[in-house]
């Protein structure tokens, strides 16, 4: 059964990031839904962490709205380097 918060099509999109990162990354720990930030509902959908990187997604399907993903790209890069994981 899929979770309340999650659209038919943010679950095909969360469920092919996970395949993509588990056939990058088969060692790998996949972690959901991650809070990234103490001043606000900022969290990270994906989160893969190994002993040489850790690799996060946002997840956008067709029907979310954009308006809080500069605040939560903020809130993740201040944690550490980031970069646009989406080119092969």
């Keep these: 059964m899929m979770p309340a918060y999650r659209s038919s099509a943010e679950a ?7 395949a993509r ?8 720990r996949i972690i959901h839904e991650i809070n990234v930030s103490s001043n606000g509902p900022n969290r990270i959908d994906v989160l893969a962490v190994d002993r040489a990187e850790i690799i996060a997604c946002e997840v956008k399907s067709a029907k979310d ?21 989406g080119d092969p």
């Design 12 to 18: 095909e999109i969360r469920d092919a990031a996970v």
């Design 21 to 28: 990162l588990r056939q990058r990354r088969p060692n790998a």
């Design 65 to 85: 709205k954009l308006d809080r993903l500069p605040a939560q790209l903020t809130s993740s890069v201040r944690r550490g380097p980031s970069r646009h994981r």
